[in-house]
């Protein structure tokens, strides 16, 4: 797969679970690497739960293996003047989330959203827009 991914770069765009799609092939190819010190995070940074992006880069292979927190895949933003009090967010499904700037360009894209649980209003109360009307 190291030798397919070769001059490229694959990136996981999502949530947690978008998160965990990323870690495993990241674990999994860095196993077919003699040299461990020829893959590194590219900014320094150390894996960790808050930090809203990683880029490891596989040196031998030039390719990176990118993960990018979007929960939502797009812009979430304040709700309009005059919502509900029990409306705290809003997704603009027009807009991308701003970190899709990062992901721009990379040859292989793997998008994951919990989408699910907020259509669903599983954990808070929802309510729907669209240009200034309720859904």
Not at 111 to 117: A, K, P
Not at 126 to 135: L, T
Request: hydrophobic share 35%.
């Amino acid at each position: 797969m190291l030798e397919r991914l070769s001059n490229r770069r694959l990136a996981f765009v999502g949530d947690s679970i978008g998160r965990n799609q990323w870690e495993s092939p990241l674990c999994l190819l860095s196993t077919a690497v003699t040299n461990k010190s020829s893959i590194y995070e590219v900014n320094r940074r150390l894996i960790t739960k808050h930090t809203g992006f990683l880029v490891f880069k596989f040196a031998e292979f030039n390719c990176t293996i990118e993960y990018y927190r979007a929960p939502y895949l797009v812009l979430q933003s304040r709700p309009p003047a005059g919502s509900p009090k029990q409306v705290r967010t809003t997704l603009k499904l027009d807009k991308m989330d701003w970190g899709s700037v990062k992901w721009k360009g990379a040859d292989l894209i793997v998008f994951n959203s919990g989408l699910r649980s907020y259509f669903t209003c599983d954990f808070a109360p929802c309510q729907f827009f669209c240009r200034n009307r309720n859904i």
